[in-house]
């Protein structure tokens, strides 16, 4: 099951998703974010109570003084009157089921008095520390720790943009709390000795004596902490054992030889002493942290046990504090974890399981244990343990799901229910509270809501005994049946096995679980044996089985490792992250540049139809003088330097958009030069796919003496964060602004395009930059058309999938802010019902290559050429499609600015009956009356309706002309004297 956050802010801080998804995704966990828009001040008053399992809000102080009349009485209440409105739903009804992080944001210099904006930041810190569940994360905090080098406020059209460091300082904290809380616990942090907890080697210690440095000395004291917050603690020494009970004898460390679980010293490879240990402690291997100084042994570890989360200790003291400032994994447990010394626990668990080892047989065992249980009602102290067994066991668990203190304090308060605790001991030691029991009787059956136990206790009829007195309880109560709620997961087998073995019968029986029902008299007798294969016997009693879902992959463990190990700060941590190449090897623009040479290619050779994987010397002849015209192209229109040698070698436009975009930016800008020409430049604006593929037929057709400009999606350039208009609008604006500084431009858009066209003019125009004219092909209709065949092209215009096709299916399906690994195994259902399932445990990318392949078997030969671009790679692909859907959810919802655009406009529509008593587009009744409209007998093409075929080359040919003529008018006109 994928875990959802809820992303709100003050202030436009879109730019800190993109990291945190990518840190997200290196760690492992599964999360879906919403995010809502910026300028959010009562965060819980827009989320609602809406499922989720965490908050996260980014503010600053300024944004909740800014809105007070002059003075600063009147700021502070104003301050004061926000937070207090804020923090009233923080914890209430609706609040996430696991906890809420707060970002503080530093406020831009010179906005209200230092000292106010810091009396209202020490206001929020000292109140949002009386809230549960809340983590404070503030700018003071995240700036020394990732050394950001910049950390300040700038100004870019009014609004304010933070670097990428000081955006990845805040994600990697956001990442560093959910991390703590969604991984599998670590519960034994096992260390070397020698140069490890001490600097020297105690077989050879001598008079010198083994040293103790001021950062070892952390060390250890964090150890003990760890040990009394619940962590185990093992010992691993390749020497000789009373050495090293002379080290702790002869040496006041803070550790002694009593607070491990374990120690093991001999001259056995680590691996297999850990593999003992962890056999011993009943405890998977992924539960375990292993520290060594040693990198030969830390290589050893990571080979033969790469589940085990590895860390190699600094061998120099001074770096021992940034090691421990920067290992995730030795950070205190999650929240909700109840802090309990459990070494006594676990030496006693190490006893029992030598005594089943000598035991004649597992009967005997049992009757020698002499098992003790109390069941009790449940007190308020217990809620704490309650809620963390309910995250944490998976197996026996009944109904498993994640509850929050407050939900199970308000079960604990109804009369109607009953909530009890089961505490085990036995002759070697108390288990402590490892099993809940919640009820209640109606007047035909007690009804079992919650039942689970830890599986410490498995297999040692604790579960038998406790059936046993549900039995008893019913009975009490005047009834004859035990009702259980049931949920299916892919771990609870345990539980559902053993009730299916005592006789239980689904009388509800959905998709994900329902409800089974037990007679008393069934519950009374012991349940049949396990057979061989059932779920309770293959994981008896599987080590670790009482942890959060599934051990991290071994690429988070390296990950882990290397911040632990080679962090520098938060610039080298962004650009880890977002490397100049993506992991599979693929620029993720590649779709852009190859599209580029190509058009170039075939301007030079004089032909219309190069396609990407062609010889261009072998099959169009091409030489080395068109090279040469080629690269000159390439580098007037796009800055990059290519040479005749490097170009030779690579004989397909495919090929050389790979070493393009070696030289090329990382990332594309937002807005491209296509082409230099000269006079006022014509910039198109993309279609709903967020592409400008679907222009590059009409721009050949321009000419070489126009300059033209593209503009992409930025979620498909950039930042992945889906935006609303509003804020593609002021990126546009922005980006016209840096190209064209305050010179008049002709903006044009085809279909959504041209919706993001006309806000895009009134933008540029209410603040005061000149535009030239606007230019619109074919805006939407009014009431938007019904779906045809076709499909929806995420490169081009705005092409409807076909009703009953899987392709149709999918878009119609496709949730554009839900595309996690959970999401896509679901759209899949959906799409493809009969075909093998998908597994999210193989993550969001295999997922959705595996998706994609369907839909292109499914797909016929048009859509698998249009609709999903070849040369794009996978995920790109899948970003595309989210913005085709999003875009036309934009567009479905538009409404205009009314009273906008000042300048002239003209309307190249496709003519149908809707033209014939006048214009009936969305944008009809706000252009004005300087608007020139001219309709065209536009034809469908290859299953495509006239709309969604203007921009193909047969189409394209009707209006070109005419629109060459304006753009040739439109230069004239701005290049006279005075313009």
């Known amino acids: 099951m994928g875990t959802s956050a809820t992303i709100a802010a003050s202030f436009p801080a879109g730019p800190l998703s993109r990291p945190l998804r990518r840190l997200c995704d290196r760690l492992g966990l599964d999360i879906r974010f919403d995010q809502l828009a910026a300028g959010l001040v009562q965060f819980r008053r827009q989320a609602g109570a809406r499922g989720r399992d965490w908050d996260i809000v980014v503010l600053r102080a300024v944004d909740w003084m800014d809105a007070a009349p002059d003075g600063r009485g009147a700021r502070r209440e104003r301050f004061a009157e926000n937070l207090s409105g804020f923090l009233a739903g923080l914890d209430g009804p609706g609040s996430p089921a696991v906890g809420s992080i707060v970002c503080l944001y530093?406020?831009?210099?010179?906005?209200?008095?230092?000292?106010?904006?810091?009396?209202?930041?020490?206001?929020?810190?000292?109140?949002?520390?009386?809230?549960?569940?809340?983590?404070?994360?503030?700018?003071?905090?995240?700036?020394?720790?990732?050394?950001?080098?910049?950390?300040?406020?700038?100004?870019?059209?009014?609004?304010?943009?933070?670097?990428?460091?000081?955006?990845?300082?805040?994600?990697?904290?956001?990442?560093?709390?959910?991390?703590?809380?969604?991984?599998?616990?670590?519960?034994?942090?096992?260390?070397?000795?020698?140069?490890?907890?001490?600097?020297?080697?105690?077989?050879?210690?001598?008079?010198?004596?083994?040293?103790?440095?001021?950062?070892?000395?952390?060390?250890?004291?964090?150890?003990?902490?760890?040990?009394?917050q619940g962590v185990l603690l093992c010992l691993f020494s390749q020497n000789a054992r009373e050495d090293v009970v002379r080290a702790f004898d002869e040496h006041d460390f803070p550790l002694t030889l009593d607070d491990f679980a374990i120690v093991e010293a001999g001259w056995a490879p680590k691996p297999t002493m850990l593999r003992q240990a962890a056999a011993d402690l009943n405890l998977a291997p992924e539960s375990f942290v292993f520290v060594d100084d040693n990198p030969g042994e830390c290589v050893r570890m990571r080979t033969e046990m790469p589940a085990v989360h590895t860390l190699r200790f600094p061998q120099d003291d001074k770096a021992v504090g940034a090691f421990m400032e920067h290992a995730w994994l030795l950070d205190p447990p999650g929240a909700g974890?109840?802090?309990?010394?459990?070494?006594?626990?676990?030496?006693?668990?190490?006893?029992?399981?030598?005594?089943?080892?000598?035991?004649?047989?597992?009967?005997?065992?049992?009757?020698?244990?002499?098992?003790?249980?109390?069941?009790?009602?449940?007190?308020?102290?217990?809620?704490?343990?309650?809620?963390?067994?309910?995250?944490?066991?998976?197996?026996?668990?009944?109904?498993?799901?994640?509850?929050?203190?407050?939900?199970?304090?308000?079960?604990?308060?109804?009369?109607?229910?009953?909530?009890?605790?089961?505490?085990?001991?036995?002759?070697?030691?108390?288990?402590?509270?490892?099993?809940?029991?919640?009820?209640?009787?109606?007047?035909?059956?007690?009804?079992?809501?919650?039942?689970?136990?830890?599986?410490?206790?498995?297999?040692?009829?604790?579960?038998?005994?406790?059936?046993?007195?549900?039995?008893?309880?019913?009975?009490?109560?005047?009834?004859?049946?035990?009702?259980?709620?049931?949920?299916?997961?892919?771990?609870?087998?345990?539980?559902?096995?053993?009730?299916?073995?005592?006789?239980?019968?689904?009388?509800?029986?959905?998709?994900?679980?329902?409800?089974v029902r037990l007679t008393v008299e069934a519950a009374a007798s012991p349940p049949a044996s396990a057979p061989p294969g059932d779920p309770l016997e293959l994981r008896e009693p599987e080590a670790g089985a009482e942890?959060?879902?599934?051990?991290?992959?071994?690429?988070?463990?390296?990950?882990?490792?290397?911040?632990?190990?080679?962090?520098?700060?938060?610039?080298?941590?962004?650009?880890?992250?977002?490397?100049?190449?993506?992991?599979?090897?693929?620029?993720?623009?590649?779709?852009?540049?190859?599209?580029?040479?190509?058009?170039?290619?075939?301007?030079?050779?004089?032909?219309?139809?190069?396609?990407?994987?062609?010889?261009?010397?072998?099959?169009?002849?091409?030489?080395?003088?068109?090279?040469?015209?080629?690269?000159?192209?390439?580098?007037?229109?796009?800055?990059?330097?290519?040479?005749?040698?490097?170009?030779?070698?690579?004989?397909?436009?495919?090929?050389?958009?790979?070493?393009?975009?070696?030289?090329?930016?990382?990332?594309?800008?937002?807005?491209?030069?296509?082409?230099?020409?000269?006079?006022?430049?014509?910039?198109?604006l993309p279609p709903a796919g967020g592409l400008a593929?679907?222009?590059?037929?009409?721009?050949?057709?321009?000419?070489?003496?126009?300059?033209?400009?593209?503009?992409?999606?930025?979620?498909?350039?950039?930042?992945?964060?889906?935006?609303?208009?509003?804020?593609?609008?002021?990126?546009?604006?922005?980006?016209?602004?840096?190209?064209?500084?305050?010179?008049?431009?002709?903006?044009?858009?085809?279909?959504?395009?041209?919706?993001?066209?006309?806000?895009?003019?009134?933008?540029?125009?209410?603040?005061?930059?000149?535009?030239?004219?606007?230019?619109?092909?074919?805006?939407?209709?009014?009431?938007?058309?019904?779906?045809?065949?076709?499909?929806?092209?995420?490169?081009?215009?705005?092409?409807?999938?076909?009703?009953?096709?899987?392709?149709?299916?999918?878009?119609?399906?496709?949730?554009?802010?839900r595309t996690d690994a959970v999401s896509l195994v679901a759209l899949d259902r959906e799409i493809f019902p009969g075909a093998e399932p998908l597994d999210a445990a193989v993550g969001r990318e295999a997922v959705w290559r595996a998706l994609l392949a369907r839909l292109l078997a499914d797909a016929d030969e048009h859509q698998r050429n249009r609709l999903l671009i070849p040369e794009l790679a996978p995920l790109d692909v899948l970003r595309g499609a989210c913005v085709w859907k999003k875009n036309q959810e934009l567009a479905r919802a538009y409404r205009p600015t009314p009273g906008g655009h000042r300048g002239r406009s003209y309307v190249f529509a496709v003519a149908d009956g809707a033209l014939d008593g006048g214009p009936d587009h969305v944008l009809a009744g706000v252009l004005g009356e300087r608007t020139e409209t001219r309709p065209y007998p536009i034809r469908p093409v290859a299953g495509l309706r006239a709309h969604s075929a203007m921009m193909e080359k047969e189409n394209v040919a009707l209006f070109a002309p005419d629109v060459s003529r304006l753009m040739a008018e439109l230069r004239s006109e701005h290049s006279r004297p005075g313009r």
């Open 337 to 515: 974890t109840v802090a309990v010394d459990r070494t006594e626990q676990y030496r006693a668990e190490v006893s029992r399981r030598r005594a089943l080892e000598q035991a004649a047989d597992r009967e005997r065992f049992l009757a020698d244990l002499d098992l003790r249980l109390c069941v009790r009602q449940a007190l308020p102290e217990d809620v704490p343990r309650i809620v963390q067994m309910s995250d944490r066991v998976t197996q026996f668990n009944t109904c498993p799901s994640r509850r929050t203190p407050a939900a199970v304090a308000r079960d604990l308060a109804d009369d109607g229910r009953v909530c009890l605790v089961v505490e085990v001991a036995d002759r070697f030691g108390d288990y402590g509270l490892t099993g809940v029991l919640e009820y209640s009787v109606t007047p035909t059956a007690l009804h079992v809501w919650t039942w689970l136990l830890s599986c410490r206790v498995l297999h040692r009829e604790v579960e038998h005994r406790l059936l046993r007195q549900l039995a008893d309880r019913a009975a009490a109560s005047g009834v004859d049946t035990l009702v259980f709620e049931v949920r299916r997961t892919d771990r609870n087998g345990p539980a559902r096995s053993f009730l299916t073995r005592a006789g239980a019968e689904w009388v509800e029986d959905g998709d994900d679980g329902g409800r």
């Open 547 to 684: 942890a959060v879902p599934d051990a991290p992959l071994p690429s988070a463990n390296v990950f882990l490792a290397w911040l632990a190990e080679e962090f520098t700060g938060a610039r080298a941590l962004y650009e880890s992250l977002f490397p100049r190449r993506e992991d599979d090897g693929r620029p993720r623009t590649l779709g852009l540049w190859s599209a580029m040479l190509k058009q170039a290619w075939e301007e030079v050779l004089g032909v219309e139809d190069v396609w990407h994987q062609d010889d261009l010397f072998g099959v169009w002849g091409a030489t080395s003088v068109d090279v040469l015209k080629v690269c000159a192209r390439i580098g007037q229109r796009c800055g990059v330097t290519l040479t005749l040698g490097e170009m030779l070698a690579l004989p397909t436009v495919a090929q050389q958009a790979e070493n393009f975009m070696q030289k090329a930016p990382a990332r594309i800008p937002v807005i491209t030069r296509l082409r230099g020409g000269h006079g006022v430049p014509l910039v198109f």
């Open 106 to 228: 530093p406020s831009p210099p010179g906005a209200f008095a230092a000292a106010d904006v810091a009396r209202c930041e020490a206001e929020l810190a000292d109140r949002l520390s009386e809230v549960e569940r809340t983590t404070l994360i503030t700018s003071s905090q995240v700036v020394p720790r990732y050394r950001v080098g910049d950390a300040t406020c700038q100004e870019l059209d009014g609004e304010p943009v933070y670097g990428n460091e000081l955006h990845t300082a805040f994600a990697a904290e956001i990442a560093r709390v959910v991390h703590a809380a969604e991984r599998r616990p670590v519960k034994v942090i096992a260390v070397d000795a020698d140069y490890t907890l001490w600097e020297g080697a105690c077989a050879e210690s001598g008079e010198r004596g083994l040293r103790l440095g001021p950062g070892r000395e952390s060390f250890q004291r964090m150890l003990l902490e760890r040990r009394r």
């Open 693 to 817: 593929y679907g222009y590059l037929e009409l721009i050949r057709a321009l000419g070489d003496e126009q300059t033209v400009l593209i503009a992409q999606a930025p979620e498909l350039t950039g930042d992945e964060t889906l935006l609303d208009l509003d804020a593609l609008v002021r990126v546009y604006r922005q980006e016209i602004r840096r190209l064209a500084g305050g010179d008049p431009v002709v903006l044009a858009g085809w279909s959504f395009g041209a919706i993001l066209a006309y806000e895009t003019a009134v933008a540029v125009e209410g603040a005061g930059g000149a535009m030239a004219g606007l230019v619109l092909f074919d805006p939407p209709r009014r009431e938007p058309p019904r779906a045809e065949p076709g499909g929806a092209e995420p490169g081009g215009g705005d092409r409807e999938p076909a009703p009953g096709a899987a392709l149709g299916r999918f878009f119609e399906f496709l949730d554009p802010r």
